[in-house]
């Protein structure tokens, strides 16, 4: 081989290399951010094929256009009733903008730790503002449950002092006063309780209805910080639900009061059929005697007329 052909292929190998690093692919479930020196250059890639980029200098970062997943760990909460339960959660999200995306977290482990972050402290938010019954169950709550569970978690208002009687003599002296004072009081019972109605009601209101309703008050609190890391959060479920073991005890006690009031009841009203059915006995037996007695008092009455006339 001559001088000239050797330079030649060396020339052509050169030439493929660095061709063959100047080309990169993007399919379809990519997305790509191209960095030159760790900086951005131009627009992401979300379009499929054949792109160009400087060989040796731009480093290409890809991304997936899909649903990815999210799995959190299961940690202990607190609902508004005071109850401690262990909370298991998951979550889908996706790259919506890929360059915030890396110019924030960088890739999908720094990703996977911000959600970690913000769904979990989303989650304990809410279930602290709810409470336990809200949190187990998948359906509505009834508005007597409402009610009831608006109650529950309202804070204890703080007790009077007890007035201390007054002498005798001084009674007749502070009648007229005194008349005042409860007049002033009344009224300001009036007010204390019309400020209250709105505050019960509003309480009452904030009461989730369900576990789905919780799960997107948790999506809802979660996805605006997200949207500025250009994460997408599609949806977050609650996976697992379990008791502590001192709330676990309770529940299983309350289970077994139910359960024996519901037996009880049957009983009850076993216990009710049951004499109804010896009443009716009882009434159709009086009946049969009553009939028996009546036609052996007939028989007895003919058989003696018989006997008279023989």
């Known amino acids: 081989m001559s001088g000239g052909k050797a330079v030649g292929v060396v020339v052509l190998l050169i030439g493929l290399f ?58 202990q909460m607190v609902t508004a009733d005071k109850k401690y339960i262990w909370v298991d959660t998951f979550a889908r999200w996706r790259v919506a903008d890929p360059l915030l995306f890396f110019q924030k977290v960088r890739n999908e482990s720094g990703a996977q730790t911000r959600l970690d972050d913000l769904i979990d402290g989303a989650t304990r938010t809410v279930v602290a503002s709810q409470p336990l019954l809200a949190v187990v169950r998948s359906t509505a709550l009834t508005d007597e449950e409402l009610a009831a569970e608006a109650e529950n978690i309202e804070q204890p208002q703080q007790e009077q002092p007890t007035a201390v009687p007054a002498p005798a003599e001084d009674n007749k002296a502070e009648e007229g006063n005194a008349q005042a004072k409860a007049e002033g009081e009344d009224a300001q019972k009036e007010d204390k309780a019309a400020e209250k109605a709105p505050d019960a009601e509003k309480s009452s209101q904030e009461l989730v209805r369900g576990r789905n309703a919780i799960q997107e008050r948790i999506r809802s609190l979660a996805a605006p910080a997200l949207v500025e890391m250009g994460i997408e959060l599609i949806d977050v479920r609650i996976k697992r639900i379990n008791y502590v073991n001192s709330v676990q005890v309770k529940v299983f006690e309350r289970m077994i009061s139910e359960r024996k009031r519901i037996a009880a009841q049957y009983r009850s009203e076993g216990q009710g059929e049951a004499a109804k059915i010896r009443g009716q006995m009882e009434q159709e037996l009086k009946e049969i005697e009553s009939e028996s007695y009546r036609q052996a008092k007939e028989i007895r009455g003919n058989a003696d007329a018989e006997a008279t006339d023989i």
Do not use: C, H
């Open 18 to 75: 660095l061709g063959m690093n100047a080309i990169y692919t993007v399919s379809e479930v990519d997305q790509v951010v191209v960095t030159r020196f760790g900086a951005p250059v131009g627009k992401p890639e979300v379009n499929p094929g054949l792109k160009f980029k400087v060989p040796f200098v731009d480093v290409v970062n890809r991304f997936d256009k899909r649903f990815l997943p999210w799995d959190g760990d299961a940690n």
